[in-house]
């Protein structure tokens, strides 16, 4: 076919939903326990999530390397003329670094394959969709200029908000101070965040978690304006409240296609257990 693409890992797409798609996958490392895994390949996500409730160590993660990057273009090129190398937002892993590094090595050990390297501005469920969009748009036989044109739309309007049950493990990462973790446990918060142009930011602070699942219900609603809706629920070891919020959304939204997934370790390692939330965009 004229077109492949690559990932990196943390998009947390269901086989069954990438099967017989022209879409490869570069994993993330993540390290706990004194072990390093790659993400996705050896270590489920069930079992990560267990491990890090055990752990008293902080996981930790790494962007894939240019020679991971490398391999999943080489397996792409093996049956397709061009590559598109999509990466979770520069802003927040050296994933694109590393990918670039990538396609230079790729000119010059492949000079026969053309790859073209974009930037998500995106990551999870989000990155996931518009990976998923641009393979399913490659395997029917579109141009890579298609692929690419499409890949830039949905960078332009695929969106994502989730809330977290706790602050905690963002707070051992270092990543909220440790004031909103207190002020997180005594007021009993449930943050909703989205990831907008790359980077994320918080929408509310609702105190319950039936209120966090009715403010992502309604704000999906109101952002989607009753459009055909594509939608990726995508949780962190709670698949009983991702089937709540799925349930919520196929009530209020105009559902085109709806999967839930599970957040991929690389993911999980910064925000814990009991994350949950959903990725969308329209449906042409």
Not at 160 to 179: K, M
Not at 186 to 204: D, F, W
Not at 262 to 273: K, L, M, N, S, V
Request: negative net charge.
């Amino acid at each position: 076919m004229p077109t492949a693409v690559v990932s990196d890992s943390n998009v947390s797409l269901p086989t069954d939903v990438t099967h017989g798609l022209p879409v490869f996958f570069a994993p993330l490392e993540v390290r706990i326990g004194g072990q390093v895994y790659a993400d996705g390949v050896d270590i489920a996500p069930g079992d990560f999530y267990e491990l890090l409730r055990s752990s008293a160590e902080l996981p930790t993660t790494a962007a894939p390397s240019p020679g991971a990057f490398l391999d999943a273009i080489i397996r792409a090129g093996e049956g397709a003329d061009e590559v598109v190398c999509l990466t979770i937002s520069a802003d927040l892993s050296a994933a694109h670094n590393a990918a670039a590094e990538a396609v230079r090595l790729a000119e010059t050990q492949l000079p026969h394959l053309r790859v073209s390297l974009v930037d998500s501005r995106s990551a999870g469920a989000a990155q996931g969709l518009i990976a998923l969009e641009a393979a399913r748009l490659a395997a029917s036989g579109a141009s890579t200029s298609d692929v690419l044109a499409r890949m830039d739309r949905r960078i332009g309007d695929t969106q994502f908000i989730g809330y977290l049950d706790t602050l905690y493990y963002l707070w051992r990462g270092g990543r909220v101070p440790r004031l909103f973790m207190w002020m997180g446990s005594v007021l009993k918060m449930k943050p909703i965040l989205q990831l907008s142009a790359g980077r994320i930011g918080m929408v509310e602070r609702p105190r319950t978690e039936a209120k966090a699942l009715a403010r992502l219900t309604a704000i999906a609603a109101e952002r989607t304006g009753g459009r055909p809706t594509r939608v990726a629920v995508m949780h962190a070891s709670e698949p009983g409240k991702a089937e709540m919020l799925a349930e919520r959304l196929r009530s209020h939204l105009q559902i085109e296609e709806l999967f839930i997934t599970e957040f991929t370790p690389a993911i999980g390692a910064h925000t814990g257990p009991g994350l949950v939330g959903c990725a969308f965009h329209p449906v042409d």
